[in-house]
């Protein structure tokens, strides 16, 4: 004789509520803006998966081939035979993670190792390793600017430099992008002896234009206000050593804080703040976002630090990034299109549309020719705009460069937009 097997009561379900509230409810014009492009037959240009990466510069993506021109691997650096021996190693050493906290299990040799190949990068003091660079501005923002203190800040900053401000809770004063006046205007109204940081970045990624740091670090500390540069974009490629817009413009050396990421130059991920400041090593005890979380993997520690020394020495890759980006600017003007900067400022080169749906129907001829560029919109640009946003990789060669402006000249042409 079989045993039934019980099975247990299905459980009533709860009464619905009238005046209940879909909390999706806010999101209903953006997805049916987002519904609306993929009705209209456009591929998805936040969906894109890469089937395989054959190179810093190029992968598979829908069966094709194409040449990568969308990615924040400016120096190459991911396929550099070192960085992945480096990672090999301590992946077979060390194991697949450390799951703890930085100041619990999670500081192995390979975290110190990283930091002080920061510290004789940038040539300061003190470095600390997060676990993105999101993390990094979230937690020096916020832990050392907080109730009552004031941050002025670039009105185009990126999206974690204003997480860090709210999370700390100070009074946020933002200014118009890269005006000198407007910066020192916000600064005079400050109240006396209220605590100040100036937040800017070297370079701005949507439109790939430089900050005037000489001159807005100047004023800064003609205020007394703390400084710090976000040099995420400029690392590994500006200034004589790779160290950033502030080393090029001769005053990394006024600036209290340095915030940067592996997930660019370097070709990992993780995130890190350098600085000269004789208390900095307090921050390890209180930045919530360096505490509260757990620290890199080994295999990633390992590999950065690999990249980071490799870049110190890395002038040649330099001057070849500088090469791309004058021929790609040029190419592009000559074709027609308007870019986001007068003359090339760094690695990023932003083609300007003129609508979003032209810029996705362009985003999809370029790929449809085998190239990949980034689609950017709002809220992540500035006044609106939609961009097609390209970032040149030390590894494109000239003749890459060469087709990708063949394939701009046939999209744009197709498209309409030259
Ligand atoms: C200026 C700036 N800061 C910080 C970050 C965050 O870096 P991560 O990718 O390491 O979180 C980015 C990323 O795009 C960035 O553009």
Redesign the pocket.
């Known amino acids: 004789m079989s045993e039934s097997i019980s099975t247990p009561d299905k459980p009533e379900p709860l009464p619905e509520v009238e005046d209940a509230k879909d909390l999706f409810s806010k999101f209903d014009p953006l997805i049916k803006q987002r519904q609306d492009l993929l009705d209209s037959g456009l591929e998805d240009p936040f969906g894109l998966v890469m089937e395989r990466v054959l190179s810093p510069v190029t992968a598979v993506c829908n069966g094709r081939e194409t040449i990568l021109l969308g990615t924040y691997n400016y120096m190459g650096m991911t396929f550099d035979p070192e960085v992945i021996e480096a990672g090999k190693s301590a992946l077979e050493n060390y194991g697949s993670g450390t799951t703890g906290s930085r100041v619990l299990n999670g500081t192995y040799v390979g975290h110190k190792d990283v930091e002080d190949a920061l510290c004789e990068f940038y040539g300061m003091d003190h470095a600390m390793v997060f676990s993105?660079?999101?993390q990094a501005?979230l937690g020096i923002i916020s832990t050392i600017a907080g109730k009552g203190d004031y941050i002025v800040l670039d009105i185009d900053s990126?999206a974690?430099i204003w997480d860090g401000c709210a999370m700390g809770n100070a009074e946020v004063v933002p200014f118009k992008h890269n005006d000198l006046e407007a910066m020192e205007k916000r600064l005079k109204r400050i109240p006396e002896g209220a605590g100040k940081l100036v937040v800017l970045?070297g370079v701005y990624?949507m439109l790939g234009d430089i900050a005037p740091l000489k001159e807005m670090i100047a004023i800064a500390k003609s205020h007394g206000a703390m400084v710090l540069v976000?040099e995420?974009?400029s690392m590994g490629f500006i200034g004589p050593n790779g160290r950033g817009v502030a080393e090029d413009q001769g005053v990394l050396d006024d600036v209290d804080f340095v915030i940067g990421?592996f997930?660019k130059s370097v070709g990992t991920?993780g995130?890190f703040c350098v600085s000269n400041h004789p208390k900095f090593e307090i921050m390890r005890l209180v930045c919530r976002p360096y505490v509260f979380t757990a620290s890199l993997p080994p295999s990633v520690v390992a590999t950065a630090a690999t990249s980071i020394r490799k870049l110190m020495d890395a002038g040649d890759k330099r001057e070849h990034l500088w090469e791309n980006s004058k021929r790609l600017h040029k190419g592009l003007r000559d074709l027609g299109f308007e870019l986001g900067t007068e003359e090339p400022q760094s690695a990023i080169i932003a083609v300007i549309m003129p609508d979003l749906e032209r810029g996705a129907g362009m985003w999809e001829a370029l790929l449809k020719e085998g190239l990949y560029v980034n689609l950017a919109r709002p809220p992540a640009t500035p006044a609106g705009m939609t961009l097609l946003r390209c970032s040149l990789c030390a590894e494109h060669s000239e003749e890459q460069v060469g087709q990708i402006l063949t394939m701009f000249e046939a999209a744009g042409k197709a498209v309409g937009i030259i």
């Open positions: 993105t660079g999101y501005n990126h974690s970045e990624s976000d995420a974009h990421t997930s991920v995130g």
